[in-house]
């Protein structure tokens, strides 16, 4: 047996469940591809086998690993598995879609600017963020929540105006995690030697 893999077999083998994962287990159990964001399994484990795809899907629409008994989302085992380190704060993903890891799609966030960044809620009857419709004077009505104020951004005839306003204020407040009403169509462009990982 070379060296290598008696050293690979030492770090699989300490599984102690009562301590944090670490890099280098991580690393040892899983390969990571920057470019699509998935983690393939280094070795066979339980149903898992050697080269298959790590992960499942969760109905909050993240991704998520078991190891050694506990489930990780997989954009926070990306950020240990490249910076060596468990992130501080939230991870965001720039473009809104949570089941999407590729590590130029991940970005250091506090849990504020993580909301910043987030998609129209379920419960809101426009359809557009910002925006609600008032009846008493039957305008749209645009706001924006800023350090837990409400900022009232006027009243419009037209829709599209009150989601303009929105926008415009979100890339004031909010700059780089601003994010449209719309889906963003281009993928993020981010050096991979910007994020300090190259």
Avoid at 77 to 91: A, K, N, Q, R
Wanted: proline letters at 5%.
């Amino acid at each position: 047996m070379a060296a290598e893999d008696e050293e690979l077999l030492r770090i699989i083998g300490a599984s102690d469940k009562r301590t944090r994962l670490t890099a280098e287990r991580l690393r040892a159990l899983l390969d990571y591809n920057p470019a699509t964001g998935e983690f393939v399994w280094r070795v066979s484990r339980g149903p898992a086998y050697k080269g298959s795809l790590a992960g499942s899907p969760h109905p909050n629409g993240y991704v998520y690993i078991k190891l050694d008994g506990k489930s990780y989302p997989v954009h926070r085992l990306v950020w240990l598995c490249m910076s060596g380190t468990f992130p501080p704060e939230d991870i965001d993903h720039i473009n809104g879609h949570r089941n999407d890891n590729r590590l130029s799609n991940l970005r250091l966030a506090t849990r504020a600017e993580n909301c910043m960044n987030s998609k129209v809620r379920n419960t809101n009857t426009s359809g557009v963020k910002g925006v609600s419709w008032n009846q008493e004077t039957r305008r749209w009505t645009a706001y924006i929540n800023v350090n837990k104020s409400r900022l009232h951004l006027g009243r419009f005839i037209r829709i599209e105006d009150a989601a303009a306003a929105y926008e415009e204020a979100a890339k004031k407040y909010f700059g780089e995690f601003a994010r449209p009403d719309r889906d963003r169509r281009e993928q993020p462009k981010v050096d991979l030697a910007d994020l300090g990982f190259v």
